[in-house]
């Protein structure tokens, strides 16, 4: 793929609870999945644009990501 960034796996879920893109609700017929969440962290850690969808069918525009991109250069 040519990434030149390190990808993440988290199956015990513990990042998605951190960031508070896991469904918390045990009524919830998600309870326990990861929610639609976008994040940009920039070099240093630090959270720069989040957004957790109410719904996995949700997307943000390209437009709207490489906009909050453009705001770190």
Same mark, same amino acid.
């Given at each position: 793929?040519? /990434? ?11 990042? /998605? $609870? %951190?960031?508070?893109? /896991? $469904?918390?609700?045990? !009524? ?5 999945? %990861? !929610?639609? %969440?976008? %994040? ?6 630090? =959270?720069?644009?989040?957004? =957790? +969808?109410?719904?996995? !069918?949700? +997307? =943000?525009?390209?437009? $709207? +990501?490489?906009? $909050? /991109?453009? !705001?770190?250069?």
């Amino acid at each position: 793929m040519g /990434l030149t960034f390190p990808l993440l796996s988290d199956m015990p879920r513990t990042t /998605l $609870e %951190a960031y508070g893109f /896991l $469904e918390t609700d045990p !009524k919830n017929r998600l309870y326990r999945y %990861a !929610k639609r %969440a976008y %994040a940009i962290i920039d070099k240093s850690g630090t =959270v720069r644009y989040r957004k =957790v +969808l109410d719904s996995p !069918k949700d +997307l =943000v525009t390209n437009d $709207e +990501l490489l906009a $909050e /991109l453009d !705001k770190l250069k």
